[in-house]
């Protein structure tokens, strides 16, 4: 007679999908194209990235944002595309970006928030 565990062992597992085919109906692909993004925190890693797959992928226009101003303007020199300044913790500078890069470049399809919000000191 064969114990309860042999038994168990034997069985096969239904096998899990991985996540990404599992999911695949529901997941629509982006379409980057011509499409206009403000990447807040771009003048980081992730950021940065960020901003040069949308370019590779086609976008008309990538805004690289960054509180290091500097930062956002050499990652946008290096790409070939705009960097500016700005405190994301300011409503009205968020505000006035977003209003500006719709005149100039149309309508921001894309909004990537990759910077980190701490407290500031002082």
């Known amino acids: ?16 999908l ?3 085919e ?3 109906p529901t997941l629509r692909v982006m ?4 499409r ?14 960020t901003a040069r797959k949308w370019l590779a992928e086609g976008a008309r226009t990538v805004v690289v944002a960054d509180y290091n101003a500097e930062a956002a303007e050499a990652v946008a020199q290096e790409l ?4 500016v300044g700005l405190d994301v913790t300011d409503e009205a500078a968020l505000v ?3 209003e500006h ?3 100039e470049h149309g309508p921001s399809t894309s909004s990537f928030p990759m910077q980190e919000l701490a407290p500031r000191e002082g």
């Open 18 to 20: 991985p996540d990404h």
């Open 22 to 24: 599992r999911l695949a």
């Open 80 to 83: 070939g595309c705009v960097g």
């Open 31 to 34: 379409e980057i194209r011509d």
């Open 101 to 103: 890069v719709e005149v």
């Open 36 to 49: 206009v993004a403000i990447i807040t925190g771009g003048g980081g890693g992730i950021g940065s990235a």
């Open 1 to 16: 007679m064969r114990s309860p565990t042999a038994e168990c062992v034997q069985r096969e597992r239904p096998q899990r």
């Open 96 to 98: 006035a970006l977003v």
